[in-house]
């Protein structure tokens, strides 16, 4: 399969959890990378592999799978956190690299 | 600290040419794979293009097969896209990233600033 579904926009209350969810046959075999996008910079990735944050990273945020859904939490969000975000990994065959359409996060 | 550069990006004419470079610094370049993302005014992300660190696998989404071609300087710590036939909807911010694809696993990290290319008459 050649394709990873993202809501289109989602929105979150300042300080509660939301759940950005990203779907495509190749998560049951490949595991998913997150991306924040922020208004004029480039993307900077926020979780990779299992369950892994980069350095400065805040812990607020965090990764699952289950079945061909993967998922970013945020627990607390915070003001900062609004942004656009991208799910990516690979398709089916394990050679091309897939992104998703993008999540907008808004902080109300 | 581990950066790229990108660099090369114009307005180009339907139809024209032009090569995009991403300068590598901070990092053992020819250690790991590179690709080549874009994405369109307003739009989404789109992967183009990966190339190992060998340049003997390589990769191309299906929008661009045939019309850009990847390559790299290890020598020079430098990645290259050339893009023939463009068209108006090539149109994008080029972003050059160190592509991670261990097992089972895949992320971009770092990204460069991006080069803007625009297709238009």
């Given amino acids: 399969s050649s394709e990873l579904t993202q809501d289109?926009?989602?929105?979150?209350?300042?300080?509660?959890?939301?759940?950005?969810?990203?779907?495509?046959?190749?998560?049951?075999?490949?595991?998913?990378?997150?991306?924040?996008?922020?208004?004029?910079?480039?993307?900077?990735?926020?979780?990779?592999?299992?369950?892994n944050r980069p350095s400065g990273i805040p812990d607020r945020f965090s990764g699952s799978r289950s079945g061909n859904t993967a998922s970013l939490t945020i627990t607390g969000a915070q003001a900062e956190d609004e942004a656009d975000y991208y799910c990516n990994s690979r398709d089916s065959s394990g050679k091309r690299r897939l992104f998703g359409g993008g999540t907008k996060l808004t902080v109300l | 600290q581990v950066q790229l550069v990108e660099s090369g990006g114009d307005l180009v004419k339907p139809g024209g040419s032009l090569r995009l470079s991403c300068a590598a610094s901070g990092f053992i370049f020819r250690d790991y794979y590179m690709s080549w993302i874009r994405q369109a005014p307003g739009k989404g992300l789109e992967w183009i293009s990966y190339i190992s660190t060998s340049g003997h696998d390589i990769n191309y989404a299906d929008?661009?097969?045939?019309?850009?071609?990847?390559?790299?300087?290890?020598?020079?710590?430098?990645?290259?896209?050339?893009?023939?036939?463009?068209?108006v909807e090539d149109t994008a911010v080029y972003y050059c990233v160190r592509d991670w694809a261990p097992l089972n696993e895949m992320w971009f990290d770092p990204w460069g600033q991006g080069t803007l290319v625009t297709v238009s008459s």
């Avoid at chain 1, 989602?10 to 969810?21: D, M, N, R």
């Fill in chain 1, 8 to 51: 289109p926009a989602v929105s979150v209350a300042l300080g509660q959890t939301v759940k950005i969810t990203c779907q495509g046959d190749s998560l049951r075999s490949y595991y998913t990378s997150w991306y924040q996008q922020k208004p004029g910079q480039a993307p900077v990735v926020v979780i990779y592999g299992k369950n």
């Fill in chain 2, 63 to 87: 929008s661009v097969k045939g019309r850009f071609t990847i390559s790299r300087d290890n020598a020079k710590n430098s990645l290259y896209l050339e893009m023939n036939s463009l068209k």
